[in-house]
């Protein structure tokens, strides 16, 4: 058991460019998340996917935001036509869905920075 | 609006010192879970609450998920250096497909030599 992986850890981007994350879960887990974090802020609900659907997605998340989970294993955010507002750190989590206690298990996370 | 709202927003203690933050919210949560996060690294889980009343010991960091199931506190005892951390608070709420957490906007702790 390797954790969660994420890719790149730090990426810096001019704006309007296309930018592409990459998330890889724990093996068996079979839920993945994308979160949002700002500094001195907690993490801010992006997507999360079980196995491969995505099953729900924030309201606040914006059409230039995309995720797949293609084949219910590694996933991957795009952010299309970066704003300065989108510099953060991309959290991705994984779990193992259950009963009761289920149980994130994050990345290190990619942090963006848009000039 | 916050659906988890967490104090106090700072806290900066000598080593050795006792503290306490909370974690409150006007709705009910099947369960409650307490993470620590390090600068430049993800969240990472300390304990997950779910009976009302509930008191869990994790060494010196005793958790409490109250009555009500809408609130939380975490308080250490004779605090050392390497607790410092930003403390999340996440609830776990039932959604269209199951349940999903709501994290709060963490307490930042700085334990002083």
Redesign the interface.
Known sequence: DTG?SQNPRHKITKRGQNVTFRCDPISEHNRL?W?RQTL??????LT?F?NEAQ??KSRLLSDRFSAERPKGSFSTLEIQRTEQGDSAMY?C?SSL?SQ??????????T?LSVL | TQLLEQSPQFLSIQEGENLTVYCNSSSVFSSLQWYRQEPGEGPVLLVTVVTGGEVKKLKRLTFQFGDARKDSSLHITAAQTGDTGLYLCAGLKPDNYGQNFVFGPGTRLSVLP
Do not use: M
């Open positions: 969660v998340y979160y001195g802020q907690g993490p801010e609900f999360y079980q099953l729900e959290l989590a869905l009761t206690n289920e149980k994130l298990f994050f990345g290190s996370g942090q």
